[in-house]
């Protein structure tokens, strides 16, 4: 089992930036993939970018240039660094892990974390 727990959300203005955290209970060498979703109201869940376990970096259209994921295994912990922020990045941000085999190849969620952006 993988417990997640993101944190670093809150209201910021528009061109300003945030910090998340994504925290894991357990080591992340187990874990294949780590990434970043979102879920604006009235909207489906969205990719916003994420990591593979070699470093391997993706990210939607929508913030490539302004977000950046990393992940430091020795803390189990993924981050997401977002400037230039918009009111279109407000949403509730989530982690997700996918296991490798040792994990069954399950996915795990966090709780969320709610990103505000408005002057």
């Known amino acids: 089992q993988v417990q997640l727990v993101e944190s670093g959300g809150g209201l910021v203005q528009p061109d300003g930036s945030l910090r998340l955290s994504c925290a894991a209970s357990a080591s992340i060498f187990r874990i294949s993939l780590m990434g970043w979703y979102r879920q604006a109201p009235g909207k489906q869940r969205e990719l916003v970018a994420d990591?593979?376990?070699?470093?391997?970096?993706n990210y939607a259209d929508s913030v490539k240039g302004r977000f950046t994921i990393s992940r430091d295994d020795a803390k189990n912990t993924m981050y997401l660094e977002m400037t230039s922020l918009k009111p279109e990045d407000t949403a509730v941000y989530y982690c997700?892990?996918?296991?490798?085999?040792?994990?069954?190849?399950?996915?795990?969620w966090g709780q969320g974390t709610q990103v505000a952006v408005s002057s």
């Open positions: 990591i593979s376990r070699g470093g391997s970096t």
């Open positions: 997700n892990a996918q296991g490798d085999y040792r994990l069954g190849y399950r996915s795990y």
